[in-house]
DNA sequence: CGTTACATACCGACCGGTTTGTATGCCCAA
DNA sequence: TTGGGCATACAAACCGGTCGGTATGTAACG
């Protein structure tokens, strides 16, 4: 936060930490962990490598740290739905629908998820990937689960179902749909998965 | 088919080529295509890079020839619920539920997909495997349409639904399914998706 | 049938370039 | 002046891919 000299080349560790991460993910996304360099990382982001390893162990503990990051952005993205416990949880819930529905009209870059990337990629392998990617996992489910459970209480369900487990079947549904999208090249394939997932939900609840 | 000398053969370029693209997946599947070099693969085929570079042009041939493979086997698997039209398409969907469930009980290897894997890991930039991807997931859907579209024919449908859309739904929920439960180490989440998509494929129809 | 000529299958050393990571020193703010 | 932020230079392993060579199967020909 410190700003002293205009004019000179500012040193600011933390928002140069963050221009690494950021880069990281802007190339992660496109070509996977093991795809991206080091050096490609710290060209994108304006910076040599004595620099990155300044700030970095090793390029394991970059990639933990854009998970991470990738969370926080998703949480912050989502809060808008989760948070505003005023109205219905059921509106809630649609109001998450939108906003991922969002997602597939942004033309500057492709629907994807970098903790579904990752998982698919180095989870097998490294533990420390696989254990930051479950529990990104896990709290995008336990926020719907939450909202689930509420909707629970103010909606009559049609059917018995447990919270949990739908907001995995949900969890899933979201990331698969992003993976065949990218396959496919086809955003309007998230589209409908997401609409039939909204019908979904509407449907474990009776009418009014 | 040539089969020429009767004792045992040395050289078999068929089945060497096979040993190849059976090293890929087994190391694929482990390690993502970037994380898994030729020499590794060699190595695993008991075979040398003279060898190797001797039946496929490139890494890229081989990755491309290991998901065309992998497409194969996967349809050989599903064979024997798609092909058996002489019972009720509905109950060859649920055969294929219980294969699908199969996968997740075979503790040999884990429940993934290099399917999914490629798509997730290299369509963004590369061509050659989007394509190859795109070609997989096309397939698996147009058999599942196919067993919809005929379920609707003999089952009435409850409400309105368009069986492309609705296998591409399902197809998506399987793909974000594995990964999800490989990120989470989850045989039993996989399970649980695949009840809740069966229960979601019979509501899609009138009971009886 | 036997020899020769050639195509195919495979080997393993090697090449240029790239990889992650290290050692060291400059530069600027406190 | 001192220490953290960053750059330069370099190391050592590893990457995909090439190349010369060898072993083996096959077909033509006498």
New binding site residues.
Partial sequence: M?K??PT??E???AA??QRLIDATVRLMLQQGFSG?????ICKEA??????F???FE???ALGTAAVEWWGRMGTALYAEAWQDTSVDPLEQLHRMFDIMAGFTRRDDNPVVCMVGMMSQEMSATNPAFQAACEKELNLWTENVAKLLTAAKKRHKPKTKFDPVQTAWFLNSLWQGSMLIGKACRSRHLIRDNLKLARSYVDGLFQAN
């Fill in positions: 410190p002293k000299s000179k080349r040193r600011d560790p140069t930490r991206t360099s080091v050096d490609q304006g910076m040599t490598k004595g620099g390893f300044h700030h090793n390029k394991e």
